[in-house]
């Protein structure tokens, strides 16, 4: 893909270690991602997870992922993805 416009695409995505004492949500839960030029996520959005536990080891897990940039014009640049899970 050098150089062709395209989104984001994940490279590594660790799984989260939950503790035995989380709460884990029922269905689909959406997290929102703040992905770098560099590919790195910089902020991971799972407020919708209503137990602290849980939240925190998504956050963790999903704060080590790494991507190809999203390209506009063949350069990298920052952009927000929403990443559905099911539980």
């Known amino acids: ?41 910089s902020a991971v959005d799972a407020s919708n997870v209503a137990d602290d536990s849980a939240r925190d080891s998504l956050v963790e897990a999903m704060s080590g992922w ?5 390209l506009k014009s063949g350069h990298p640049v920052s952009n927000y993805m929403q990443v559905p899970l099911n539980f």
């Open 1 to 41: 893909n050098k150089g062709a416009d395209h989104a984001a695409e994940p490279v590594s995505t660790p799984k989260p270690v939950f503790k035995s004492t989380a709460v884990l949500p029922k269905g689909e839960v959406v997290v929102t991602l703040t992905i770098e030029p560099d590919g790195t996520v």
């Open 66 to 70: 790494l991507f190809l940039p999203k």
